[in-house]
């Protein structure tokens, strides 16, 4: 699957690590998929709701089918999210700019997901997408 192909065909989003706070780039890129269509599910233990939308504390916990799983963490805690998403059964594990864990790549891959690295979401969404209106 290409990342085109991913942006085209996916609608839900759950993002890990997603802050309340306006400053933060996870606000602002869930903010831009959010006006772009796609259903954004916050995911932080630390917070009620995030751009009006239930937040989560884990992948787990939301009970519905996600298409990516995007991540705003630190790469150390990657694997985990990894193991999570494989367990859910998402299609697409998206590592936001920054984040490389090779090892939690790899394990993704393995289990069947599409794998994006050190990539973002939205930048991605921006070249790719609009220039195809």
Request: aromatic share 6%.
């Given at each position: 699957?290409?990342?085109?192909?991913?942006?085209?065909?996916?609608?839900?989003?759950?993002?890990?690590?997603?802050?309340?706070?306006?400053?933060?780039?996870?606000?602002?890129?869930?903010?831009?998929?959010?006006?772009?269509?796609?259903?954004?599910?916050?995911?932080?233990?630390?917070e009620?709701?995030?751009?009006?939308?239930?937040?989560?504390?884990?992948?787990?916990?939301?009970?519905?089918?996600?298409?990516?799983?995007?991540?705003?963490?630190?790469p150390?805690?990657?694997?985990?999210?990894?193991?999570?998403?494989?367990?859910?059964?998402?299609?697409?594990?998206?590592?936001?700019?920054?984040?490389?864990?090779?090892?939690?790549?790899?394990?993704?891959?393995?289990?069947?997901?599409?794998?994006?690295?050190?990539?973002?979401?939205?930048?991605?969404?921006?070249?790719?997408?609009?220039?195809k209106?």
């Open positions: 699957m290409t990342i085109d192909e991913i942006l085209k065909d996916s609608h839900i989003v759950a993002i890990v690590g997603l802050s309340a706070n306006k400053d933060k780039p996870s606000y602002g890129v869930a903010l831009y998929l959010k006006g772009h269509g796609y259903k954004i599910i916050p995911v932080n233990p630390k009620q709701f995030v751009l009006e939308e239930r937040c989560y504390a884990s992948l787990s916990a939301i009970g519905q089918k996600i298409d990516i799983v995007d991540i705003f963490r630190n150390e805690e990657v694997e985990g999210i990894v193991d999570e998403a494989i367990s859910i059964g998402a299609k697409v594990v998206w590592m936001q700019e920054g984040v490389v864990n090779e090892r939690a790549a790899k394990k993704g891959r393995d289990a069947g997901l599409e794998v994006i690295m050190d990539m973002c979401i939205m930048k991605e969404h921006r070249r790719r997408m609009n220039k209106k």
